[in-house]
């Protein structure tokens, strides 16, 4: 075996330390809650009935939402996305910069891509060799591009993008609730133990620290998951709230915020009875993005466009919306529809 393979294989395993972790405090967790909790100290029956039933809900909702976010694989772009073979022989064959990024030009057009890097070129990936869609970044964990890419995840050792990300939030969500189910059902026994209302037994030091961990998890699972809560409401990816989507007329952070509740159905669908559970529910298909271009006039916001292809007069400071232009078939390919529509769509005002 070649040390770089050994070294890779190495890092590899080592890359799932923190979800083995995960698993050691949650089945641990499990049984000084059923064990030491509800069989050795609950004195009561319905009481103990009835925690366990509650604890067993939460946990199986965690514990689906934790393994489809573990399980599901990064989406990467389709074949469409990368070089036809002329132009792929062309761009390996061309030295200058600018001459590939002619080729890449030319080649992003017949794409729905309208995303540019700081620089104004067209996103390539080296590595993968396709035009990167919108929202999509190489992860070098991966050593993959993932689509609509928001950020590789330790505790879960996958990347949490378009395929995934509604599970990661309610994973984050879950894991809050069964870490408020265990405190508010510890307490009571908690303050018992301390106050030496109930006798030491080796249920004391699992009570009690099964509540002090609880609590800590809660308090650092519940800031995360506002804040990712706040970014689905946005629209943005973890990674677009640190360097904003540049488009062909500039940055733009809200580049792809459609307001709230489109926000909302982005990720969790548009159907509320699946919103709770982690299958998957997202719209779209992670391709292309309906995109709001910059310089939108404030005086305009909340005006309701109805352009339908027409393009606004000269010099006018309309904001646009585009619409998606192809379509993705099942087997992944693209299908082109009316190009450069402009949809009708009410623009929010954001600051
Ligand atoms: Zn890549
Ligand atoms: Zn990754």
Redesign the pocket.
């Known amino acids: 075996m070649a040390p770089s393979h050994a070294l890779r294989c190495c890092k590899r395993t080592l890359n799932w330390a923190p979800v083995l972790f995960i698993n050691l405090v949650v089945g641990w967790s499990y049984y000084a809650y059923v064990v030491e909790l509800c069989v050795y100290t609950i004195p009561n029956n319905a009481e103990r009935i009835s925690y366990l039933v509650v604890f067993h809900i939460f946990l199986f909702m965690f514990i689906w939402a934790y393994w489809k976010t573990i399980w599901s694989r990064p989406a990467s772009p389709s074949m469409a996305f990368g070089l036809p073979r002329a132009e792929k022989e062309l761009y390996e064959r061309e030295e200058r910069a600018e001459r590939q990024q002619e080729i890449l030009k030319k080649v992003a057009k017949t794409l729905p891509v309208y995303t540019r890097t700081a620089g104004g070129a067209i996103r390539y990936?080296d590595?993968?060799q396709?035009i990167k869609p919108d929202r999509c970044h190489?992860c070098s964990t991966c050593e993959?591009?993932v689509l609509k890419m928001d950020h590789h995840c330790p505790w879960v050792n996958n990347c949490v993008g378009f395929s995934n990300y509604k599970y990661f939030v309610l994973f984050l969500a879950y894991a809050s609730l069964y870490c408020v189910v265990i405190c508010a059902t510890v307490v009571q026994y908690f303050i018992k133990f301390w106050t030496k209302q109930l006798p030491d037994t080796h249920a004391k030091f699992h009570i009690l620290f099964l509540f002090f961990v609880a609590a800590l998890f809660f308090i650092s699972i519940v800031s995360l998951l506002s804040y990712h809560l706040w970014l689905v409401g946005k629209n943005r990816t973890t990674i677009e709230a640190f360097r904003a989507p540049v488009f062909p007329n500039g940055p733009d952070k809200n580049g792809f915020s459609l307001g709230f509740s489109q926000n909302v159905a982005e990720v969790f669908g548009e159907q509320a009875k699946y919103w709770i559970f982690p299958v998957f529910s997202s719209l779209g298909d992670g391709h292309s993005f309906v995109t709001r271009l910059v310089h939108i006039d404030p005086e305009q916001a909340n005006s309701v466009l109805q352009q339908n292809g027409k393009s606004p007069a000269e010099g006018e400071t309309t904001p646009h919306v585009i619409s998606n232009s192809v379509q993705h078939t099942e087997d992944n390919s693209i299908k082109k529809t009316d190009e450069g529509q402009t949809v009708s769509v009410t623009v929010e005002s954001e600051p």
Do not use: I, K, L, S
């Open positions: 990936c590595a993968c396709v190489h993959m591009c």
